[in-house]
């Protein structure tokens, strides 16, 4: 057994584990890369807890590429951040060519938070009149749902952000939900590195792990599903691997924001989209079809993914482009170059707003409006390409057609005090104010305009809300225009006086000198501290209990 350096007090009784009934492991995962159980036990100090046993193949020919069991025991003992997961010690088993890693146990996934109906910013159950909730029930519901939300996403941040540093240069390659872990008491955890690559320890790899890899030579069969850069779909093996985490994570915040389906294991794939009323809103927060209940026995809430990566390589590839364009020289300019760039011919299809697509977005009043010409001075920034200047617009200018698979009745009402509304028209595709380079440039008709309104609003910057900016700027074709961790952390959805940052009980700021920088010198609208670790009378894993246990 080994255990890593500079951890002298972290060692596992290994043949404590080794020697507990076959019984007491509860199996976790058990997959064709790693196999993944639990086990009750105690560690050198005496104290029992659940450890996580990690169990992969050192044989190449036995191996999955690019899984590497070696690369992950070395990459892992070598950091320590408060939201990475630990190693404790590992095993080497040379008779069975075996080697087994010892993590602590989290028992929160975020993909669980996300398929809780609770995790929205409207009232849940959903009101069975016409009614709307009160000013007053609305507010309380955005604040809950934007503080938990913003203190999970500045933790995963912090987390890339230690990754990615030019010290590091670590790729995780696999950013998704179910690799996001939270303890009882809310503080963030990422997991599993099994694909993950470092560019400094390039040179070690060639005699110590399973599969090398090599800048300029990378693996593209990395990430998963929906979580995908669009790159690696076209065979990329000269990526930034960073930068696909940046996507990743663009992917997952969204995901934050997504309607909530009922479904059923009684489900039939691939009826989704015919199941729902006729009169009902397919991007209305929560969504029940025809023949469902909420309350049925079999049914359980799914939140929708942003992309669908359920099709294959090419199904994620053209439901990236129906929301963000078909790529072109001027969205993606490299795009021509990717190996597989000219396999497959896509229909052209222009980019839609974000806006419709999220209808779990809080209100207006819990998330500030930036211009999106003029960043805030904080951040580094962006070329144009990385610039959100989408905003609500009027239903009834989003045309049906298979470009946006939207119809005019298919948007909620922008006028609704649940949406954002910016006052401003959106700008056309051709208009001055909308850069060439932006993927998400609003696309769609808008009505005619007399030619001085028409010059007006295009010398008017066009106003954002924060999410929307601060995903969009995740989620751009030309991977180095999309904003790196740090300077997300000083994005204005973070940093607004009015925004509360909800930590783990004995969260350090000590290592992060961005969160000890706002906890020094900003406050909340009402001159209190902005960085807590307690609000409304409950600390972050109470919030998220209410979360999973639905508590009123």
Known sequence: MSAPLGRPKAQVDVLRILGTPGSHFDMIQEGPFAT??????????????????????????????????VKELRLLSSIIHPNITLVLGSFRDEEQNMLSIYMPYFPISLSSILTSPYFSPHRFPPPQTQDVDTDEDAAVHDEQFCTIARSIMIQTLSALAFLHSAQRRIGHRDIKPENIMLTTDGCVKLIDFGVSWCEAEQDLEKNHDLWPEYKGKLYFE???????????????????????DLWSIGATFAEFFTPLRLVSDDEDDGDDDDDTEPDSDPLAPFIVPKYLRIGYPSAQWKRDTLFNGERGEIGLAWSIFKIFGTPTKENWPDFEELPGSTSVVFNVVPAVPLIPLLPNLPSSSNTPMVDSSNPNPNINTCPSSSRSTSASIPANSLEKNATSGLSPTSVRDPLSPRQFLTSPLPPSSTSASSSPLDPISPSVSVPSLPRENKESISDQPEPVPALIDLISRFLVYPSASRIQAEDAMRHPWFTTPGAVLLLPPGYSLGWNLLLEEQSSRTETTSGEKRVKHVWNGRSLGEWIKVILEGEP
């Open 36 to 69: 993944v159980s639990k086990t009750w036990t105690t560690i050198t100090d005496g104290v029992p807890q659940w450890i996580v046993v990690k169990s992969a193949t050192t044989l190449r020919k036995f191996a999955r590429e690019p899984h590497d069991i």
């Open 222 to 244: 990395v990430s998963t599903r929906a979580y995908r850069a669009p790159e690696l779909l076209f065979g990329s093996r000269n990526y930034d691997h960073c930068a696909i």
